[in-house]
């Protein structure tokens, strides 16, 4: 049984940092491509980044206003610990949301239903 756990979500300030990591069990962590999504309240699921299974690429998701989340959002994995993480700094009031890790062995997209893996969530709710 494939299980996500994701963890490092909080409340912070506007401008703070935050890092999020899920820990993957239940499959060969170096083959699967992972993902970052996120929904608001009120909104839908959104993608946040991406990464292939490889770590050779990256990808990008765009705020609600048109700017990439590239720059602000670093995904990385570690193979050795089985977990991918979220680095998001100078969050925003609209990074508000639920975040999930989500995993495939190969689509690394930004469709959520292209995953065959997910997480519970964690909350990241930043204040102005």
């Known amino acids: 049984q494939v299980r996500l756990v994701e963890s490092g979500g909080g409340l912070v300030q506007a401008g703070d940092s935050l890092r999020l990591s899920c820990v993957v069990s239940?499959?060969?962590?170096?083959?699967?491509?992972l993902a970052w999504f996120r929904q608001a309240p009120g909104k839908e699921r959104a993608f946040v980044a991406s990464?292939?299974?490889?770590?050779?690429?990256?990808?990008?998701?765009?705020?609600l206003n048109g700017d990439s989340l590239e720059g602000r959002f670093t995904i990385s994995r570690d193979n050795d610990k089985e977990a991918v993480s979220l680095q998001a700094n100078d969050l925003k009031p609209e990074d508000t949301a639920i975040y999930y890790c989500?995993?495939?062995?190969?689509?690394?997209?930004?469709?959520?239903?292209?995953?065959?893996?997910w997480g519970q969530g964690t909350q990241v709710t930043v204040s102005s």
């Open positions: 989500v995993a495939d062995r190969w689509y690394s997209g930004d469709q959520w239903s292209e995953y065959d893996y």
């Open positions: 239940g499959y060969t962590f170096s083959d699967l491509a």
């Open positions: 990464i292939t299974w490889s770590g050779r690429k990256t990808y990008y998701g765009y705020s």
